[in-house]
Protein backbone atom coordinates (compact mmCIF):
# COMPACT_ATOMS: atom_id res chain seq x y z
CA UNK A 1 0.00 0.00 0.00
CA UNK A 2 3.04 2.50 0.11
CA UNK A 3 3.77 1.79 -3.46
CA UNK A 4 3.98 4.48 -5.82
CA UNK A 5 4.22 3.52 -9.54
CA UNK A 6 6.04 5.08 -12.16
CA UNK A 7 5.70 5.28 -15.93
CA UNK A 8 7.76 5.19 -18.34
CA UNK A 9 11.07 4.27 -17.64
CA UNK A 10 12.62 6.30 -20.10
CA UNK A 11 11.23 8.59 -22.45
CA UNK A 12 13.06 10.27 -25.40
CA UNK A 13 11.81 13.09 -26.72
CA UNK A 14 12.65 16.07 -29.16
CA UNK A 15 13.93 19.23 -28.12
CA UNK A 16 10.43 21.40 -28.37
CA UNK A 17 8.38 18.43 -27.66
CA UNK A 18 6.13 17.60 -24.58
CA UNK A 19 7.15 15.13 -22.03
CA UNK A 20 4.67 13.15 -19.89
CA UNK A 21 5.44 11.20 -16.59
CA UNK A 22 2.81 9.28 -15.12
CA UNK A 23 2.36 8.22 -11.52
CA UNK A 24 -0.34 6.07 -9.50
CA UNK A 25 -0.35 5.47 -5.67
CA UNK A 26 -2.55 3.28 -3.53
CA UNK A 27 -2.12 5.02 0.21
CA UNK A 28 -5.03 7.22 0.31
CA UNK A 29 -3.22 8.71 3.48
CA UNK A 30 -0.87 10.71 0.90
CA UNK A 31 -1.07 14.34 1.27
CA UNK A 32 2.15 15.61 -0.70
CA UNK A 33 2.97 14.89 -3.97
CA UNK A 34 6.45 16.23 -4.80
CA UNK A 35 8.59 15.56 -8.11
CA UNK A 36 12.48 15.68 -8.15
CA UNK A 37 14.71 15.70 -10.90
CA UNK A 38 18.56 14.11 -10.91
CA UNK A 39 21.43 15.21 -12.41
CA UNK A 40 24.05 12.53 -12.53
CA UNK A 41 26.26 13.10 -9.64
CA UNK A 42 24.06 15.15 -7.90
CA UNK A 43 21.15 14.68 -5.03
CA UNK A 44 17.39 15.27 -6.03
CA UNK A 45 16.13 17.86 -6.27
CA UNK A 46 12.48 19.29 -5.97
CA UNK A 47 11.03 20.29 -9.02
CA UNK A 48 7.43 20.99 -8.66
CA UNK A 49 4.56 20.12 -6.20
CA UNK A 50 1.57 18.97 -5.61
CA UNK A 51 -1.65 18.72 -2.20
CA UNK A 52 -4.93 17.08 -3.06
CA UNK A 53 -6.79 19.90 -2.75
CA UNK A 54 -6.06 21.45 -6.19
CA UNK A 55 -6.09 19.40 -9.55
CA UNK A 56 -3.37 21.17 -11.65
CA UNK A 57 -0.43 23.26 -10.63
CA UNK A 58 1.93 25.11 -13.16
CA UNK A 59 5.40 26.83 -12.69
CA UNK A 60 7.05 27.53 -15.43
CA UNK A 61 7.38 24.95 -18.49
CA UNK A 62 6.54 22.25 -15.65
CA UNK A 63 2.89 21.25 -14.41
CA UNK A 64 1.35 18.86 -12.60
CA UNK A 65 -1.83 17.12 -13.31
CA UNK A 66 -3.65 15.17 -10.47
CA UNK A 67 -6.40 13.05 -9.68
CA UNK A 68 -7.31 12.08 -6.31
CA UNK A 69 -10.24 9.46 -7.54
CA UNK A 70 -7.95 7.84 -9.45
CA UNK A 71 -4.97 8.43 -7.03
CA UNK A 72 -2.94 9.14 -10.04
CA UNK A 73 -0.87 12.67 -11.21
CA UNK A 74 1.51 13.11 -13.94
CA UNK A 75 4.09 15.92 -14.83
CA UNK A 76 3.62 17.63 -18.00
CA UNK A 77 7.12 19.35 -19.16
CA UNK A 78 5.91 21.60 -22.36
CA UNK A 79 8.79 23.24 -24.80
CA UNK A 80 11.21 20.22 -23.53
CA UNK A 81 15.11 21.61 -23.49
CA UNK A 82 17.78 19.50 -23.75
CA UNK A 83 18.52 20.41 -20.22
CA UNK A 84 16.15 18.99 -19.17
CA UNK A 85 17.64 15.63 -19.61
CA UNK A 86 17.79 13.78 -16.39
CA UNK A 87 15.95 11.18 -14.31
CA UNK A 88 12.55 12.78 -13.29
CA UNK A 89 11.33 10.75 -9.32
CA UNK A 90 7.54 11.14 -8.39
CA UNK A 91 6.97 10.81 -4.84
CA UNK A 92 4.20 11.07 -1.89
CA UNK A 93 4.36 11.61 1.49
CA UNK A 94 1.62 11.54 4.53
CA UNK A 95 2.51 13.88 6.33
CA UNK A 96 2.21 14.21 9.86
CA UNK A 97 4.71 11.96 11.58
CA UNK A 98 5.65 10.82 8.29
CA UNK A 99 7.01 14.25 7.54
CA UNK A 100 10.32 13.87 6.54
CA UNK A 101 9.39 10.35 4.61
CA UNK A 102 9.24 10.10 1.02
CA UNK A 103 7.72 7.04 -0.72
CA UNK A 104 9.61 7.11 -4.52
CA UNK A 105 8.65 5.90 -7.82
CA UNK A 106 11.35 4.06 -9.98
CA UNK A 107 12.06 7.11 -11.91
CA UNK A 108 12.04 7.99 -15.48
CA UNK A 109 15.14 8.65 -17.53
CA UNK A 110 14.31 12.33 -19.84
CA UNK A 111 16.40 12.28 -23.36
CA UNK A 112 15.80 15.44 -25.08
CA UNK A 113 17.18 15.11 -28.24
CA UNK A 114 18.50 18.91 -29.72
CA UNK B 1 23.11 29.76 2.44
CA UNK B 2 25.18 26.56 1.94
CA UNK B 3 22.93 23.44 1.08
CA UNK B 4 23.43 19.97 2.74
CA UNK B 5 26.91 18.46 3.14
CA UNK B 6 27.51 14.71 3.46
CA UNK B 7 31.40 13.13 3.74
CA UNK B 8 32.93 11.26 2.27
CA UNK B 9 31.55 11.33 -1.46
CA UNK B 10 32.99 8.04 -1.98
CA UNK B 11 34.21 5.41 0.02
CA UNK B 12 35.53 1.63 -0.99
CA UNK B 13 34.66 -1.30 2.03
CA UNK B 14 35.25 -5.07 1.91
CA UNK B 15 32.49 -7.20 3.44
CA UNK B 16 32.22 -7.67 7.20
CA UNK B 17 33.57 -3.79 8.22
CA UNK B 18 31.80 -0.74 9.12
CA UNK B 19 31.22 2.38 7.66
CA UNK B 20 29.76 5.97 9.23
CA UNK B 21 28.41 8.37 6.59
CA UNK B 22 27.99 12.06 7.97
CA UNK B 23 25.56 14.62 6.94
CA UNK B 24 25.45 18.39 7.97
CA UNK B 25 21.97 19.89 6.90
CA UNK B 26 21.40 23.32 5.85
CA UNK B 27 21.47 26.17 8.78
CA UNK B 28 17.93 26.16 10.44
CA UNK B 29 16.76 22.58 9.43
CA UNK B 30 15.85 20.65 12.02
CA UNK B 31 15.11 17.33 10.67
CA UNK B 32 17.58 15.35 8.52
CA UNK B 33 16.42 12.10 6.56
CA UNK B 34 18.46 9.88 5.17
CA UNK B 35 17.45 7.43 1.59
CA UNK B 36 19.79 4.46 0.23
CA UNK B 37 19.59 4.72 -3.96
CA UNK B 38 20.53 1.69 -6.33
CA UNK B 39 20.14 0.97 -9.70
CA UNK B 40 17.43 -2.04 -8.78
CA UNK B 41 15.53 -0.50 -5.79
CA UNK B 42 15.54 3.08 -6.30
CA UNK B 43 15.35 5.74 -3.36
CA UNK B 44 14.34 3.99 -0.35
CA UNK B 45 13.41 6.01 2.95
CA UNK B 46 16.13 4.76 6.13
CA UNK B 47 15.25 7.07 8.92
CA UNK B 48 14.59 10.55 9.63
CA UNK B 49 15.58 12.09 12.77
CA UNK B 50 14.59 15.65 14.10
CA UNK B 51 15.55 17.11 17.15
CA UNK B 52 18.13 13.93 18.15
CA UNK B 53 15.02 11.59 17.67
CA UNK B 54 14.27 9.15 15.80
CA UNK B 55 11.01 9.73 14.14
CA UNK B 56 10.45 7.45 11.21
CA UNK B 57 11.97 4.35 10.12
CA UNK B 58 12.33 2.61 6.88
CA UNK B 59 12.11 -1.76 6.43
CA UNK B 60 16.23 -2.01 6.55
CA UNK B 61 17.59 -4.20 8.90
CA UNK B 62 18.99 -3.32 12.38
CA UNK B 63 22.37 -3.00 10.96
CA UNK B 64 21.55 0.08 9.54
CA UNK B 65 21.77 3.04 12.29
CA UNK B 66 21.44 6.75 12.61
CA UNK B 67 21.99 9.62 15.14
CA UNK B 68 21.34 13.21 15.06
CA UNK B 69 23.54 15.96 17.10
CA UNK B 70 22.20 18.91 19.02
CA UNK B 71 23.54 20.68 16.42
CA UNK B 72 21.02 18.48 13.81
CA UNK B 73 24.17 16.88 11.70
CA UNK B 74 23.53 13.48 11.54
CA UNK B 75 25.25 10.70 11.09
CA UNK B 76 24.26 6.81 9.54
CA UNK B 77 26.04 3.78 10.35
CA UNK B 78 26.64 0.30 8.86
CA UNK B 79 27.72 -2.28 10.16
CA UNK B 80 28.84 -5.84 8.92
CA UNK B 81 28.52 -5.02 5.71
CA UNK B 82 27.38 -6.82 2.67
CA UNK B 83 27.87 -6.43 -1.16
CA UNK B 84 23.99 -5.56 -1.10
CA UNK B 85 24.50 -2.45 0.31
CA UNK B 86 26.63 -0.80 -2.37
CA UNK B 87 24.83 2.03 -2.97
CA UNK B 88 24.32 5.80 -3.16
CA UNK B 89 23.59 7.34 0.63
CA UNK B 90 21.30 10.51 0.23
CA UNK B 91 21.17 13.07 3.03
CA UNK B 92 17.62 15.29 3.18
CA UNK B 93 16.99 18.25 5.28
CA UNK B 94 14.16 19.95 5.91
CA UNK B 95 12.88 22.91 8.41
CA UNK B 96 9.80 20.35 9.59
CA UNK B 97 7.99 23.19 11.40
CA UNK B 98 4.13 24.36 10.79
CA UNK B 99 3.46 27.88 9.47
CA UNK B 100 4.11 29.20 6.39
CA UNK B 101 7.70 29.13 6.21
CA UNK B 102 6.88 25.19 5.86
CA UNK B 103 6.87 24.14 2.08
CA UNK B 104 7.37 20.53 3.07
CA UNK B 105 10.42 20.24 0.78
CA UNK B 106 13.49 17.86 1.27
CA UNK B 107 17.05 19.42 0.49
CA UNK B 108 19.38 16.46 -0.70
CA UNK B 109 23.07 16.32 -0.18
CA UNK B 110 24.74 14.98 -3.49
CA UNK B 111 25.46 11.66 -1.46
CA UNK B 112 27.79 9.36 -0.33
CA UNK B 113 28.43 6.60 -2.72
CA UNK B 114 29.89 3.25 -0.71
CA UNK B 115 30.97 0.17 -2.65
CA UNK B 116 31.13 -3.42 -0.53
CA UNK B 117 33.92 -5.66 -2.18
Known amino acids: QQQVKQSPQSLIVQKGGISIINCAYE??????FPWYQQFPGKGPALLIAIRPDVSEKKEGRFTISFNKSAKQFSLHIMDSQPGDSATYFC?????????????FGQGTILTVHP | KAGVTQTPRYLIKTRGQQVTLSCSPI?????VSWYQQTPGQGLQFLFE???????NKGNFPGRFSGRQFSNSRSEMNVSTLELGDSALYLC????????????????FGEGSRLTVL
Open chain 2, 92 to 107: ASSLRSAGPSNTGELF
Open chain 1, 91 to 103: AANAGGTSYGKLT
Open chain 2, 27 to 31: SGHRS
Open chain 2, 49 to 55: YFSETQR
Open chain 1, 27 to 32: NTAFDY
